[in-house]
């Protein structure tokens, strides 16, 4: 148990559909990440949020949506997927944006 | 493309072996680093970190190796175990108040 829970731990969508992943962190940190993380590729950063505030956005397409109400809860907002976007989503977080992320066990989304 | 990368995809040792896992790196800039874990179907979690201004860190059977000169970082692992099986990366952090940048994971098989 790393402290940052994310749920669900699976999602399977429609092209068509509006879902939401959810991600909570017990460490006090600032800062909270969304990577992407698809088979033989590395972690891809898709989104940064520092005290709250959307401080990288790494060209993500608009039909993820993040949402981050405070520093314990990231969400991010599933919109018109497409197959392609089918992969284990990662939430982390951070003391500082740069230093030791501590990562949650992954929402695993298939879109179908 | 990436900043960080891995030399080899796969590596397969017998157990109580001493593995070493390589990561080349292209940004000189870049202050630290940190080796992560990931097992099946969890998230990556943390294993060892460095900063620049050494060149040595041990920790418990596990060392990180970082060669500024040739920009190349390793892990080694002493006495293997089955329980080390797992994917592995190298993150570094490019500049301060930015987030972490993976590189591809190499997939560490033990067997017994």
């Known amino acids: 148990e790393t402290g940052v829970t994310q749920t669900p731990r699976h999602l399977v969508m429609g092209m068509t559909n509006k879902k939401s992943l959810k991600c909570e962190q017990h460490l006090g940190h600032n800062a909270m990440y969304w990577y992407k993380q698809s088979a033989k590729k590395p972690l891809e950063l898709m989104f940064v949020y520092n005290f709250k505030e959307q401080t990288e956005n790494n060209s993500v397409p608009s039909r993820f949506s993040p949402e981050c109400p405070n520093s314990s809860h990231l969400f991010l907002h599933l919109h018109t997927l497409q197959p392609e976007d089918s992969a284990l989503y990662l939430c982390a977080s951070s003391q500082g944006e740069g230093s030791e992320a501590f990562f949650g066990q992954g929402t695993r989304l298939t879109v179908v | ?112």
Not at chain 2, 54 to 69: A, P, S, W, Y
Not at chain 2, 71 to 78: D, E, M
Not at chain 2, 84 to 103: H, K, W
């Open chain 2, 1 to 112: 493309g990436e900043s960080v990368g891995l030399h080899l995809p796969t590596l397969s040792v017998q157990e109580g072996d001493n593995s070493i896992i390589n990561c080349a790196y292209s940004n000189s800039a870049s202050d630290y680093f940190i080796w992560y874990k990931q097992e099946s179907g969890k998230g990556p979690q943390f294993i060892i970190d460095i900063r620049s201004n050494m060149d040595k860190r041990q920790g418990q059977r596990v060392t990180v190796l970082l060669n500024k000169t040739v920009k190349h970082l390793s892990l080694q692992i002493a006495a293997t175990q089955p329980g080390d099986s797992a994917v592995y990366f190298c993150a570094e952090n490019i500049q301060a108040g930015t987030a972490l940048i993976f590189g591809k994971g190499t997939t560490l098989s033990v067997s017994s």
